[in-house]
T-cell receptor, first 112, second 114 residues
Framework: GDSVTQMEGPVTLSEEAFLTINCTYTATGYPSLFWYVQYPGEGLQLLLKATKADDKGSNKGFEATYRKETTSFHLEKGSVQVSDSAVYFCALNSPTGNQFYFGTGTSLTVIP | NAGVTQTPKFQVLKTGQSMTLQCAQDMNHNSMYWYRQDPGMGLRLIYYSASEGTTDKGEVPNGYNVSRLNKREFSLRLESAAPSQTSVYFC?????????????FGEGSWLTVV
């Protein structure tokens, strides 16, 4: 069945460091791919998405490219800030549109 | 600018008690979802409703019931709460079976069963 695997955490970085959080997926057909972010005590918020191969989603300095050949959707940011400390979830939406599959989440802490 | 609203935000139950978590969305979305979040296990789908009048089981439906009351509201009921149901519960809604369907989450309900 469809599934998402993302890198284990926690991840700790210094402010202004480069961030990569790996995400790979297994799916039939052509799913849409998402990154959600969860700040402490809050619900998940959509960070970015991509709906077809080679699409790049971007928001708030974060980027991820839909790579069908490697079934990946890695999240990157060139210079993290303390305010980026959160849990990040990779997700996919099956082509039928109604089923979402989430990774287990990666906790990021950015220290000044 | 409410989006998805869940109530209550916090609840403590005794084993065997029942309760209902309420969820409402104001985005005219067709599909609604209930997830639970547990440490190290990410999000797991309990039930979802693809459209008004339909509900389907997700990955972990045992011990729960749902009602899609109308297009806006989707409630989750615990008939006889167990300590294993201590979790954070999230309601979400989305456009439905369309390409690129995106779901939007409520702020969560923290439930403790003692």
């Amino acid at each position: 069945g469809d599934s998402v695997t993302q890198m284990e955490g926690p991840v700790t970085l210094s402010e202004e460091a480069f961030l990569t959080i790996n995400c790979t997926y297994t799916a039939t057909g052509y799913p849409s791919l998402f990154w959600y972010v969860q700040y402490p005590g809050e619900g998940l918020q959509l960070l970015l998405k991509a709906t077809k191969a080679d699409d790049k989603g971007s928001n708030k300095g974060f980027e991820a490219t839909y790579r069908k050949e490697t079934t990946s959707f890695h999240l990157e940011k060139g210079s993290v800030q303390v305010s980026d400390s959160a849990v990040y979830f990779c997700a996919l939406n099956s082509p039928t549109g109604n089923q979402f599959y989430f990774g287990t989440g990666t906790s990021l802490t950015v220290i000044p | 600018n409410a989006g998805v609203t869940q109530t209550p935000k916090f609840q403590v139950l005794k084993t065997g008690q029942s309760m209902t978590l309420q969820c409402a969305q104001d985005m005219n979305h067709n599909s609604m979802y209930w997830y639970r979040q547990d440490p190290g296990m990410g999000l797991r789908l309990i039930y979802y409703s693809a459209s008004e009048g339909t509900t389907d089981k997700g990955e972990v439906p045992n011990g729960y019931n749902v009602s899609r009351l109308n297009k806006r509201e989707f409630s989750l009921r615990l008939e006889s709460a167990a300590p294993s149901q201590t979790s954070v519960y999230f309601c979400a809604s989305g456009q439905g079976a369309v390409w690129g369907n995106t779901i939007y989450f409520g702020e969560g309900s923290w439930l403790t069963v003692v």
